[in-house]
């Protein structure tokens, strides 16, 4: 069916940046929309961005607005998001989805990749 890889995950300080990556292969990146969701220990997993594959609009949490952006290379079946001005509370294993309709639900997600952590901590 197909596989996504997550990476760019680390350790940074409050107000540093990071840029996650999502290598989708197989034919998840035509399935219309993919996400970036967020899960911290203790808490249910959360909507962090999306991405209309094919036009490019975005969506965001209201925590993330203005701090981070999604994006993507069709050309490179790669997503992205860019992380600014990270917060101790952005600390989670941030995963890549991809699904056939729009929705800020994880349930509706067909496709997951295996997470990549990010921790902000000084």
């Known amino acids: 069916q197909g596989k996504m890889v997550e990476s760019g995950g680390g350790l940074v300080q409050p107000g540093g940046s990071l840029r996650l990556s999502c290598a989708a292969s197989?034919?998840?990146?035509?399935?219309?929309?993919m996400s970036w969701f967020r899960q911290a220990p203790g808490k249910e997993r959360e909507f962090v961005a999306l991405?209309?594959?094919?036009?490019?609009?975005?969506y965001y949490a209201d925590s993330v607005k203005g701090r981070f952006t999604i994006s993507r290379n069709k050309a490179e079946n790669t997503l992205y998001l860019q992380m600014n001005d990270l917060k101790p509370e952005d600390a989670a294993l941030y995963s890549c989805?991809?699904?056939?309709?729009?929705?800020?639900?994880?349930?509706?997600?067909?496709?997951w990749g295996q997470g990549t952590q990010v921790t902000v901590s000084s």
């Open positions: 989805a991809g699904g056939s309709e729009f929705s800020f639900s994880p349930s509706s997600y067909s496709y």
């Open positions: 197989g034919r998840i990146y035509s399935s219309g929309v």
């Open positions: 991405i209309r594959w094919g036009v490019g609009t975005t």
